[in-house]
C-alpha cells in the first residue's frame, strides 16, 4: 500500500503563494488533496490521474494548480491568491492501483463527489498546516 508524506505548510499573507509536495512511496494511479479547517467539515477540492487529467472544486479553480512528478513519485499543490478560507490542515492523499477513482472527479463522466473520491484513496498523509492572516 502506498504512504505519502506533505510538506510545505506555513504561515503566509492574505493574497500571497505557497507550494505544497507530497512525495508517495510508490507511483499512484489516482492522487488528490483535501484539506480541513477548524470547526468545518473535510474538503476535497483537487485530483489528478494517472494521464495527467485534473480536477478543481469551485473555491480553488483559477487559484490553485494541481500537478505532478511521476519520476520523483512527488504531487505539487502550488496555491495562489491564498485568502483567510483557504486557513486549513492540507492532506495529500492517493491510491496506488486503482485510477478509476479519480473518475468520480476527473472527467466527462464525473459526478462530482469529492468525499466519495477521499473515501475511496487507501492512503493519507499526516497533513500540513497553512495558515493565511489578512
Known amino acids: 500500500q502506498v504512504r505519502v508524506s506533505e510538506s510545505g505548510g506555513g504561515s503566509v499573507q492574505a493574497g500571497g503563494s505557497l507550494r505544497l509536495s507530497c512525495v508517495a512511496s510508490?507511483?499512484?494511479?489516482?492522487m488528490a488533496w483535501f484539506r480541513r479547517a477548524l470547526g468545518k467539515a473535510r474538503e476535497g477540492f483537487s485530483a489528478?490521474?494517472?494521464?495527467?487529467?485534473?480536477a478543481y472544486a469551485d473555491s480553488v479553480k483559477g487559484r490553485f494548480i494541481i500537478s505532478k512528478d511521476n519520476s520523483k513519485n512527488t504531487l505539487y499543490l502550488q496555491m495562489n491568491s491564498l485568502n483567510s478560507d483557504d486557513t486549513a490542515t492540507y492532506y495529500c492523499?492517493?491510491?496506488?492501483?486503482?485510477?478509476?477513482?479519480?473518475?468520480?472527479?476527473?472527467?466527462?463522466?464525473?459526478?462530482?463527489?469529492?468525499?466519495?473520491?477521499?473515501?475511496?484513496?487507501?492512503?493519507w498523509g499526516q497533513g500540513t498546516l497553512v495558515t493565511v492572516s489578512s
Open positions: 492523499a492517493a491510491d496506488e492501483m486503482d485510477g478509476s477513482i479519480c473518475s468520480e472527479v476527473v472527467g466527462a463522466e464525473a459526478r462530482g463527489s469529492w468525499d466519495q473520491l477521499i473515501d475511496s484513496l487507501d492512503a
Open positions: 510508490t507511483h499512484s494511479a489516482c
Open positions: 489528478i490521474d494517472a494521464d495527467g487529467s485534473t
